[in-house]
């Protein structure tokens, strides 16, 4: 299932909050205060949800709403009021619009033929299907021997110098220190671990410090740290929570930037693509750094340095942290985001190209689990955005504006 929004197209609006706006209607409806498209909304959504494992299938703010306050609630006022609200899926569509004023265009997608309107759209999307990203990544030892991460992999990769290297059957690899007096301080190895398009990876560090690797990211780093600091250098993209040790200060360099921290949880956005590095602070304080500039964060805000040695760092406490670390808990989270940046996405994830040429001026909202297959996420992108998508050759897409 996607739950979808789309409030915004190509103007620029205030920031979004999809269970907020969820929270007010059924607020609304419990207090008796709803409008009749708000009831019938409300009905078809719990309707819904009743007939799935919504565990599953709703997105993690909406599912802790829903069990923490509302949903008994809407249980007994729509079982009181069923015979008066009750209205199938189909009219529900073609009132939504006029919840736009309230939580936008609100789709929500039950199996492949509710995504599409006739059976050529049906043909047409089932011809896009690309299956997600998955656990996968490639690990480069020390002495140059390259192993592949994935499902098979086996489970004890290389135990030497007194480390163990293992991988989980949940797509983590872990490093622990057996003995710390059987390797040699003096020459430090290290590793390198890269994630493909198409690919993500967990890893514990031989301090304990925990990375999350998104798809064409990559990480290197000594298979135990020794001296006076913890030192990794970072491409792409990874979710940190970092170990602490104020002995050990923790080092994350990325470009020209240098991030500091004794012990936090931050996300770095730093694609070799990309004109600039993006810093999230979500718990702690780090301390980012380059040639000319340094700045301090403190949690909630997110500093954007350009990629020169002495570029300016740009402080801003105006940032949703769920956005930024959507990615990790398995969602494509799209907060007035443009076309190009969540096609971006779309192509690291499920490794196609995109012939970025001639995009129209489209701008997006809405949260969809990167579980969902290529053809799922195109759908709904056509749905709200008047464009259409061509695929060939499984691996190449095309944007076309429809007239």
Known sequence: MLFWYSIRKA?????????????????RYLSG?????EISFIDEYYNFLGKRDISEQVPNEELQFLE??????????????????????????????????VCGSIFFLRDQ?????????????????VLPGSDKAILTLANG????????????????????ISKTEDGKLVYTVLNRESFDKSSVSF?????????????????GTKVWL????????????????????????????????KM???????????????????????????????????????????????????????????????????????????DQVAWKNGLFRFNDSELRDVLIQLERWYDVKIDYSSLPNKRYNGMVPRKSKLSQVLAMLEKTGNIKFQLTDGKRLKVISKT
Do not use: C, W
Request: hydrophobic fraction near 35%; charged fraction near 25%.
């Open 11 to 27: 103007r620029k609006m205030s920031a979004f909050k999809p269970e907020k706006d969820l929270n007010d209607i059924v607020k």
């Open 214 to 245: 998104n798809a064409a990211s990559s990480l290197r780093y000594p298979e135990v740290f020794v001296g006076n600091e913890r030192s990794v250098q970072l491409t792409g993209e990874a979710y940190f929570e970092v170990a602490k040790n």
């Open 68 to 101: 923490d306050q509302n949903f008994k609630a809407i249980q007994n006022k729509i079982a009181a009021d069923k015979k008066s609200t009750l209205i199938s899926f189909y009219k529900y569509i073609s009132i939504a619009a006029a919840l736009i004023l």
């Open 248 to 322: 050990k200060p923790f080092h994350v360099k990325s470009k020209n930037q240098d991030v500091e921290v004794l012990g936090t949880h931050f996300n770095i956005n730093s694609y070799m693509d990309d004109k600039t590095i993006k810093t999230t602070l979500l718990e702690g304080s780090i301390k980012i750094s380059n040639q000319k500039f340094n700045k301090i964060l403190t949690p909630g805000e997110q500093a954007i340095a350009g990629i020169a040695e002495n570029a300016f760092i740009h402080v801003s406490n105006d940032v949703d942290l769920d």
């Open 145 to 164: 021997k390259k192993v592949v991460l994935d499902a098979n992999t086996a489970i004890n990769i290389s135990n030497t110098n007194g480390i163990s």
């Open 33 to 37: 205060k709803a409008s009749a498209e």
């Open 191 to 207: 590793n390198t671990i890269e994630t493909p398009n198409g690919g993500q990876y967990q890893v514990v560090l031989p301090d």
């Open 113 to 129: 033929k509710m995504i599409s309107g006739s059976s050529t759209t049906k043909a047409k999307v089932e011809n896009l299907d």
